[in-house]
C-alpha cells in the first residue's frame, strides 16, 4: 500500500496533463449526450460552456486595492500546491504551500498500556466521579506525545517592480470559473498585468506578466522561507532554487519527543519575451522585456505517514522538465479545462447580478442592507472552488484551512479536527458534484485504520480500528490534549460516512467491496467489543467519551450512539449489498438494537446524555446531540415526528449564535427541519463582516474553512434532499430566492438533479439515473412524470409522492400538473 501510495501521488500529477486530454474526449462525448437528457444544459461540459456566458463573468472576487493582511490575499490551489496572492504594486508577495510540509516524523502515538486502566476510568464514570475519572484518564490513556504536529507554510515568492510607486486603475480579482488570480494596473503610461494559477494537471503555480507597450516590464523575482535552515542557489542560468529542512524537536512535547523530519526545495525558473534575464544565488533579474513567466515547483521528502525518504530536488527537476517549452497559453488552457470540467458541472441562479459590479469587500459590508443575490451564488460557487483548489486526487485532504497558511503555529495546528470540522468540509462534495474531490479523505481513512488498529489494542484491547478526534500528517489516532475532550472514541465513526455517502450518491459497488466496506467493517468491530452495559438502564453505551467539546468526560454521550447507529446501519446495508459476512450482519442488527436510544428531556429537548441535565441557557458552539438530524438520518419530521420536535427544541435552546462553522451547522440544521426562512437567516449571519473575511474565507474566528463548505452544503440541503430515502424537492426554500434554477446537484440513489422555480413554486426538476435505482420524489403541489415526451408509469404511497422506475442514463422530466 505504502509503495502504491507514493508512487501514485506523483505518478498521477505528472501524467495528468496527458490522461486529461483523454478524459475530455469523453467528456465531450457525455456534453452531447446530455443534451438530449437535461435539454439546453451541457453538465459536464469539456470546456464548460454550457448556460449563460456572462452567468460565470459573474463569478469573480475583486477589489480596488492590494491586500494588507493574510485574509484579503486571493487563494489558489491544485489540491497539493496551494498559494495566496496579494497583489502588492511594487512589491508583490505570493506566499505558497506544499500540503506534505508539516513539523513531526513518522512517530506511532499510541500509549501502550493504557488499556490496563480502562475499567477504573469506566468505574468512576459510572460511580459519579467525573474528575477523578478525568485525572486518571489524563495521566495514563492519553497519547504519547500529547498534542500532534503542525500543518507549515512552505515559503514566499517575492517579486519587486523599481519604479511603479504611482499607479491608477488598480484592479485586483480572483475569476473562480477560470481558478486564475490576476493584477492589473497603469503606471508610468504603461499597464501591467499578471496572472496567477496552480495547475493540477502540470503540478505547478505559474506566473505571467505583461505590459502594453514594447520592453517596459523590469523586475526581480525571489524565493524565500519562514524556516531557519533553509537557503536559495542557482540551478542553471534560467532556475533559481530554494532549499531546506524542518530542524530541532517538535514545541510543546512533554515526552515521546518528536524530530522534525522532512527537507523541502521549490524550483523557479523563468522566461521572457524580449529584454534581457539573469539568475544569481539570491534572484531572478528580468531587464527590458515584453512579458515573462515564472514557473514554480515544490515538493517535500514526504512519501507516506511511514516513510520520508523522498527526493525533493528531484522531484522539482522532474517536474520543471516535464513543463518543458510549453508556452504559457497551453500550460493555462489546460488547467482551465481541467478546473471547469469540475466546476462548472453546477450552475445556480438566483437573479440579478448588478451587484457584481462592486468590488467584493464593499459586497460583504453591504450585504445585510441590500438584495445581492448574486453574492450567494458567488458565495455557493466560491465553496466548490476552494474544494477543488484544496482537495484533488493524490493530494491530503482539506485541513482546518484547506491548504493555505501561514503561520509557524497556526491555530489549532491546521490539522485535521474529526469531531466536526474535516467532516463539514466534506458535506458539499457529493451534492454538489465534486465527487472526485472526496479520494484525498479516503486515502487517509485507509492510513488511520492502519495506526488507529494498534490505538484500538492499546487504549481499549479491542479489535477493528479507532480515531479520536484529531488526525495529522502521521496519522495519530490516540487522544490528544486532555482527556476531558480528546477521549472521544467516534471520529473514525463519522468519517466512515463518507465512505458510504459516496456510494450512495454514486451507486459504484466496486468503490463499496474493495474500499469502503473493509474500513467501515474495522470500525464497526471496534464497537463491538467497545460498547458496554449501563448498569443503570441495561443499555449498551460508550464510554468513556464525551459529547464534543462540551460537559467533560461522561458515560454515554449521545451523540456517540447517534453515530454507531449510523456506522452499524451503513455496515448493515453494506454487507447485505455485497452479500458477505452474514453472521456479522447479524450481531450488529443485535447490538445496535441495544444501543441507548434518543431520549426527550424535562424541557421537551433532546438530551445530549443519558442523564436529563441539558442547561437551556448554554449556548455552546457544538450541538453536537443532533447529529442524527444532521449530517445523520435517523431523525426525520416523517419517521420520528417526537424525537424531530425534540430535536427542534434543542436547536432553539442553543440559539442563533456561535462560530462560523456552528453557523454553517445551523444553516443545515435549519433546512433539515424545512425552515427556508432561518436556514437563510443564519446563511446570512455568515455572508457579514465578522463572520467573513474580505477574501470571503470564513471567520471562525480565526479563519477556519470549514464555515465555507458548511454553507455550501447548507445551501444545496436547502433546495434538495435525500437522506430519507426520497428526492424532496424544494424543502427549505426560502422567501429570499422567490424564482431561480439549479442544475447539476447530485442525490443519493446516484440521481443527478435540475430545478427550476418561480413565485416560490416548483416549475420542473429534471433527474436524470445514474444506475437505474427507483426513485421517489417529495414535492409541495401534485406533478407530473414524463420522460423523451412520454408519460412515466407512477405510483403515489402519499400526498405529494410519487415513485417510478428508472432506467440508467435515462432523464426524467418533473413538472406540475
Same mark, same amino acid.
Given at each position: ?116 486502566? @480502562? ?10 466521579? +467525573? ?27 517575492? @517579486? ?296 484500538? =489494542? ?54 463499496? =467491496? ?47 450512539? +447517534? ?43 433532546? +438530551? ?35 424525537? #424531530? ?23 443545515? #440544521? ?33 479563519? +477556519? ?38 442544475? *447539476? ?14 413565485? *416560490? ?57
Amino acid at each position: 500500500m505504502e509503495n502504491k501510495k507514493s508512487a501514485a501521488t506523483w505518478a498521477h500529477r505528472n501524467s495528468a496533463y496527458n490522461g486529461g486530454w483523454i478524459a475530455l474526449l469523453i467528456v465531450g462525448f457525455c456534453c452531447v449526450a446530455s443534451s438530449w437528457l437535461f435539454p439546453g444544459v451541457c453538465l459536464a461540459g469539456a470546456n464548460g460552456e454550457s448556460g449563460d456566458a456572462t452567468k460565470w463573468d459573474d463569478l469573480k472576487l475583486w477589489y480596488s486595492k492590494p491586500a494588507k493582511k493574510w485574509t484579503e490575499a486571493l487563494p489558489i490551489g491544485n489540491g497539493r500546491l496551494g498559494a495566496m496572492v496579494f497583489g502588492t504594486v511594487q512589491n508583490e508577495r505570493v506566499q505558497f504551500n506544499d500540503d506534505t510540509l508539516w513539523t513531526g516524523g513518522p512517530h506511532e502515538y499510541q500509549h501502550e498500556g493504557a488499556a490496563k486502566h @480502562l475499567a477504573t476510568v469506566r468505574k468512576l464514570l459510572f460511580e459519579g466521579k +467525573q474528575r477523578d475519572a478525568e485525572r486518571l484518564a489524563g495521566e495514563k490513556m492519553m497519547s504519547v506525545p500529547l498534542r500532534q504536529e503542525q500543518y507549515q507554510p512552505f515559503g514566499d515568492l517575492r @517579486l519587486a517592480f523599481p519604479g511603479h510607486d504611482s499607479i491608477t486603475d488598480y484592479r485586483r480579482e480572483l475569476d473562480i470559473d477560470s481558478a486564475v488570480a490576476t493584477v492589473s494596473y497603469r503606471s508610468g503610461g504603461v499597464t501591467f498585468t499578471r496572472e496567477v494559477l496552480s495547475s493540477f494537471p502540470d503540478n505547478v503555480i505559474a506566473v505571467r506578466l505583461t505590459c502594453d507597450k514594447p520592453g517596459k516590464l523590469t523586475f526581480t523575482a525571489r524565493i524565500d522561507s519562514p524556516h531557519r535552515q533553509s537557503e536559495t542557489l542557482q540551478i542553471d542560468k534560467t532556475t533559481l532554487a530554494l532549499r531546506g529542512r524542518l530542524v530541532g524537536i517538535t514545541g510543546r512535547k512533554v515526552e515521546g519527543r518528536v524530530e522534525n523530519a522532512l527537507k523541502f526545495e521549490a524550483h523557479l525558473k523563468a522566461s521572457s519575451q524580449g529584454g534581457k534575464l539573469a539568475v544569481d544565488s539570491e534572484k531572478i533579474t528580468v531587464t527590458g522585456a515584453d512579458s515573462a513567466t515564472l514557473i514554480l515547483a515544490a515538493a517535500t521528502s514526504f512519501k507516506n505517514y511511514k516513510d520520508v525518504s523522498g527526493d525533493p530536488e528531484a522531484l522539482c527537476r522532474r517536474t520543471i522538465k516535464a513543463v518543458g517549452r510549453k508556452s504559457y497559453e497551453t500550460l493555462r488552457k489546460a488547467h482551465v479545462i481541467d478546473h471547469r470540467r469540475l466546476f462548472r458541472r453546477v450552475e445556480f441562479d438566483l437573479g440579478s447580478a448588478d451587484a457584481a459590479e462592486k468590488p467584493t469587500d464593499k459586497r460583504i459590508a453591504e450585504f445585510s442592507k441590500q438584495d445581492d443575490r448574486q453574492f450567494v451564488e458567488l458565495y455557493f460557487h466560491y465553496g466548490r472552488y476552494l474544494m477543488i483548489a484544496s482537495s484533488r486526487g493524490g493530494s491530503q485532504p482539506a485541513n482546518l484551512q484547506g491548504i493555505w497558511n501561514d503561520s509557524l503555529s497556526p491555530p489549532w495546528e491546521s490539522k485535521w479536527t474529526v469531531n466536526i470540522n474535516t467532516e463539514m468540509n466534506y458535506w458539499p462534495v457529493e451534492v454538489t458534484n465534486l465527487s472526485e474531490c472526496h479520494e484525498p479523505l479516503f486515502s487517509l481513512l485507509e492510513d488511520v485504520a492502519e495506526s488507529g488498529a494498534k490505538t484500538a =489494542k492499546a487504549h481499549y484491547d479491542c479489535r477493528g480500528w479507532v480515531l479520536h478526534h484529531n488526525t495529522d500528517l502521521w496519522r495519530g489516532a490516540a487522544p490528544i490534549n486532555a482527556s476531558n475532550h480528546g477521549i472521544w472514541v467516534t471520529g473514525g465513526a463519522w468519517l466512515c460516512q463518507d465512505l458510504w455517502e459516496h456510494y450512495a450518491f454514486t451507486g459504484d459497488k466496486t468503490f463499496l =467491496k474493495k474500499r469502503a466496506y473493509p474500513i467501515m467493517k474495522g470500525a464497526a468491530e471496534f464497537f463491538v467489543d467497545f460498547l458496554i452495559e449501563d448498569p443503570k438502564t441495561g443499555w449498551l453505551i460508550s464510554t468513556p467519551s464525551n459529547s464534543p467539546e462540551n460537559g467533560g468526560l461522561v458515560a454515554g454521550p449521545t451523540m456517540d450512539h +447517534q453515530i454507531i447507529r449510523d456506522l452499524l446501519t451503513n455496515c448493515i446495508k453494506a454487507a447485505k449489498i455485497l452479500d458477505v459476512d452474514k453472521d456479522f450482519r447479524a450481531k450488529l442488527i443485535d447490538i445496535k438494537g441495544k444501543i441507548a436510544p434518543n431520549q426527550i428531556g424535562r424541557h421537551g429537548q433532546l +438530551q445530549e446524555w443519558l442523564e436529563d441535565k441539558d442547561n437551556p441557557k448554554n449556548t455552546h458552539r457544538h450541538v453536537s446531540h443532533l447529529f442524527g438530524l444532521h449530517p445523520g438520518k435517523e431523525i426525520t419530521r416523517r419517521g420520528t415526528p417526537e424525537v #424531530f420536535a425534540a430535536a427542534k427544541k434543542s436547536l432553539e435552546m442553543r440559539g442563533d449564535g456561535g462560530t462560523g462553522w456552528s453557523m454553517a451547522w445551523k444553516v443545515n #440544521f435549519w433546512a433539515r427541519f424545512e425552515d427556508g426562512n432561518h436556514s437563510y437567516k443564519m446563511l446570512a449571519n455568515l455572508l457579514t463582516p465578522g463572520r467573513m473575511y474580505p477574501n470571503m474565507f470564513d471567520a471562525h474566528p480565526p479563519f +477556519q474553512i470549514d464555515g465555507n463548505f458548511g454553507g455550501v452544503a447548507g445551501i444545496a440541503e436547502m433546495l434538495v434532499q435525500s437522506h430519507a430515502g426520497e428526492l424532496h424537492l424544494l424543502p427549505a426554500l426560502p422567501d429570499a430566492w422567490p424564482a431561480g434554477s439549479i442544475k *447539476g446537484l447530485r442525490a443519493r440513489g446516484a440521481f443527478e438533479v435540475a430545478i427550476s422555480w418561480n413565485d *416560490g413554486k416548483l416549475v420542473s426538476s429534471h433527474i436524470r439515473s445514474l444506475v437505474g435505482n427507483k426513485c421517489r420524489i417529495r414535492t409541495a403541489d401534485a406533478v407530473k412524470v414524463t420522460s423523451r415526451g412520454k408519460a412515466v408509469k407512477t405510483t403515489s404511497p402519499e400526498e405529494n409522492v410519487v415513485e417510478f422506475e428508472t432506467k440508467a442514463g435515462r432523464s426524467y422530466l418533473i413538472a406540475s400538473k
